[in-house]
């Protein structure tokens, strides 16, 4: 009820915005901070450009974000005009045709598709041979490390291999266990929402696996995905490096504050976590390092590709003025001041040698390095949120030991290829 009323509330917004038809209708969500970096954005796009914006304010909450959006966009709303997109919406989006194709514009742009990652313009923002979106902020799975811990049980490197990973937890955990017995060497998302899917897709693209998608159906029951889910079991379970609430209820927050309170040698987050870490009430302040997630042996780093990314409305009358302010969005000075003062990630490439950016934000040499080398992306589907949930559900069931690896994925991938097989013949799922 509660679900419906605010998106209903979206909807009347919708609706009676925008009565003065030159304005530019922009819609955002996010935290508190986030909208009042947004205000400034269109403050000074308004007054370097005479073109008047909208903000059409949205939940902070993603699904509420995702829901208003696709209200306004089905119902072929002039309002909004511009939006962000939750990397993961961005295929529902196009294949419901209801992005605006940005090349036309691209053409005689000071944007170029050089300045963005190559790999997620490519895997994201293009649909049937069309850009649709343009990336914002990048988002990327990546290690930190206690850099202090390390040096204490002799090791001068983080991890490379899965292997190295588990035998320096175990180290760490035998010397710190003796004054804080809930010491853990590494801790992830391992709970049942879409985290789980990012963490078990870079453990098994790693492994040169991953969820894959031929001829219509899905493929995840696969020897090197089997390997991977049996190794995060046995995180838990068999070596004991992560908590027994790893599954139950380790999402992002709950990681980030264990480690922040200096209880874990590794952790596997998003790159947001760096500034908390290194606020000033931090007990791991000065302490940490981040590097790419480690790998099997024959395989390779992988970071699981998140983000936001902006579009213009395919029903929008103000297209023109949209990618004006897309323009202001994505440029050199509004990239950096996003991430000097937010902490994101730009989708520009060059915002990441900017000597002003790597004073505050050091670590963003190393990001930089894992966004052009190790990001991988999850299916590009239409239906990808019904595809993930399955997957959670079993996935964390295997780790709760109620699976075992081999079952989990068979089953999955069972039910995901049912469901595909519906879909293909009722597209109303």
Not at 252 to 265: M, S, T
Not at 370 to 397: H, W
Request: proline share 6%; with cysteine; charged share 25%.
């Amino acid at each position: 009820m509660k679900l419906f009323l605010v998106l209903f509330s979206l909807f009347l917004l919708i609706g009676c915005s925008s009565e003065d038809k030159s304005k530019l209708t922009f819609m955002v969500g996010g935290a508190p901070n986030e909208l009042i970096f947004w205000s400034e954005v269109v403050k000074n796009f308004e007054k370097k450009t005479g073109i008047k914006v909208e903000i059409l304010r949205q939940p902070a909450d993603t699904e509420q974000r995702r829901q208003s959006l696709v209200i306004a966009l089905s119902s072929h709303s002039k309002d909004p005009d511009v939006f962000l997109m939750d990397v993961i919406w961005i295929p529902q989006f196009s294949a419901s045709e209801w992005l605006e194709p940005l090349d036309r514009y691209l053409k005689n742009s000071p944007l170029a598709l050089k300045l963005f990652f190559e790999k997620v313009v490519k895997n994201i923002d293009t649909y049937k041979g069309k850009i649709v979106a343009l990336p914002v902020y990048i988002d990327g799975g990546i290690l930190y490390y206690r850099k202090d811990l390390l040096e204490k049980i002799g090791v001068k490197e983080p991890p490379r291999t899965w292997n190295e990973l588990i035998e320096y937890s175990l180290k760490a955990q035998n010397l710190m266990r003796r004054n804080s017995p809930g010491f853990y060497g590494f801790i992830w998302q391992g709970a049942q929402y879409e985290g789980l899917i990012c963490n078990f897709l870079e453990i098994a693209s790693s492994n040169n696996g991953g969820i894959f998608f031929e001829n219509h159906k899905v493929i995840l029951n696969t020897p090197e995905n089997i390997k991977a889910l049996n190794l995060l079991k046995s995180f838990i379970h068999d070596y004991k490096i992560s908590p027994p609430n790893t599954f139950t209820e380790m999402k992002e927050e709950e990681v980030r504050i264990y480690f922040q309170k200096g209880l874990a040698l590794f952790e596997r987050n998003w790159p947001y976590a760096w500034m908390l870490h290194q606020s000033n009430n931090s007990p791991v302040k000065n302490k940490v390092e981040i590097a790419p997630l480690p790998h099997f042996k024959n395989g390779k780093p992988a970071s699981t590709l998140g983000g936001w990314h902006i579009g213009i409305s395919k029903y929008s009358d103000q297209k023109e003025k949209s990618w004006k302010f897309i323009e202001f969005v994505l440029s050199y000075e509004t990239q950096k001041e996003l991430a000097l003062n937010l902490g994101w990630n730009p989708g520009r490439k060059d915002v990441y040698e900017d000597k002003d950016v790597l004073k505050k934000l050091p670590h963003f040499e190393k990001l930089k390095n894992i966004f052009d080398n190790f990001i991988v992306s999850r299916p590009s589907l239409p239906y990808y949120p019904l595809v993930s949930k399955i997957i959670q559900k079993y996935i964390n069931a295997s780790l709760a030991n109620k699976l075992t690896p081999q079952e989990a994925l068979s089953l999955a991938e069972e039910e995901i290829n049912s469901m595909i097989k519906r879909y293909r013949n009722d597209k109303t799922l």
